[in-house]
């Protein structure tokens, strides 16, 4: 039996839970991902986001709960809905022995593509992923970021209709993660849809239209990166860092300028008027080593909603 060709939603979970003996990587949760969205699973290591898009990617059987990939149930449709999928898994697992042109061919081959489809889209593609000028180079001596473009580009070879990525950038200086960043963009404009999962809060804001945040397996929020820091956070925070002496009476004298959290040594005071803050710092004689104003961000939200920042 085929895959239905059409669904009211790309994917669809409900009570989705995986289990490794016993611990619960994945605790209930339910999603729906529409077509031509960009969706991403924000949270810390360990949240559960690779074991949820494991399962999306029919490689890993989920231990209870429903999901529907393109309509199709995972457990009896999963040759049919991975011939549809490009997945870019977390550690890339090119062929560093063979050129840059010989992973893409080769890769196009398990599609049963034919050779001259597998080239008109590997040189397209290495254009897109500025990679053309290295199509004969082989692939172990490539930078990090070089590689992470061509792992995506193979995972485009079969003009998938949804895209998986697994930590895109984990390990990419800035220079290469906006390069990333620009490429995934120009996908989205181009009507590909496209999962992520991610612990970098700025890239969940520049690459998702929608996201959930995970902890624990759980998820905890969700919704568009701009309606999540409304929600959740405040239009200003202002980081404080504060003399040890100071901080045991700070939290109480500046609460009436915002929401105070203490986050490693530093004081975050959520709030709508920075001044508030400073004009309470005034009155209780608090003087800061540094203080740093700057508008809300998912990070925010993150401590907010569990008490930690994504990178506890």
Not at 161 to 178: F, S
Not at 241 to 263: F, I, M, N, P, Q
């Amino acid at each position: 039996m085929s895959a239905p060709v059409t669904a009211a939603h790309l994917v669809e979970a409900r009570g989705l839970t995986k289990r490794f003996d016993d611990r619960v990587a994945v605790d209930a949760i339910d999603f729906a991902v529409e077509p031509g969205e960009a969706f991403g699973f924000l949270g810390p290591n360990g949240a559960g986001k690779s074991s949820t898009m494991r399962m999306i990617g029919c490689v890993s059987a989920p231990s209870a709960g429903e999901l529907t990939v393109f309509g199709a149930d995972v457990h009896r449709h999963g040759p049919e809905i991975r011939a549809r999928l490009g997945v870019v898994p977390q550690e890339d697992n090119l062929d560093t022995e063979l050129t840059v042109w010989d992973n893409l061919v080769i890769y196009g081959r398990y599609f049963g593509l034919s050779l001259p489809v597998i080239r008109e889209r590997a040189a397209s593609l290495l254009e897109f992923m500025q990679l053309a000028d290295r199509r004969d180079t082989r692939v172990d001596p490539l930078s990090g970021g070089m590689k992470r473009r061509l792992t995506i580009a193979r995972a485009l070879v079969n003009s998938p209709e949804l895209l998986l990525l697994d930590e895109p950038t984990t390990g990419l200086d800035p220079q290469a993660r906006h390069l990333l960043w620009d490429r995934l963009y120009q996908l989205r404009r181009d009507g590909v849809s496209l999962i992520l999962t991610t612990h970098y809060m700025d890239e969940a804001e520049q690459l998702c239209d929608r996201l959930v945040i995970m902890d624990g397996g759980r998820i905890v929020a969700e919704g568009s990166p701009a309606q999540l820091i409304a929600t959740h956070a405040s239009r200003e925070v202002v980081e404080l860092r504060l003399a040890d002496h100071d901080l045991a009476h700070a939290h109480d004298a500046l609460a009436v300028a915002g929401r105070v959290e203490l986050a490693g040594d530093r004081l975050l005071v959520y709030t709508d008027d920075a001044e508030r803050v400073t004009k309470a710092m005034d009155s209780a004689g608090l003087t800061a080593t540094s203080v740093l104003t700057r508008r809300g961000s998912l990070e925010d939200v993150f401590l907010i909603i569990t008490g930690r920042s994504l990178d506890d």
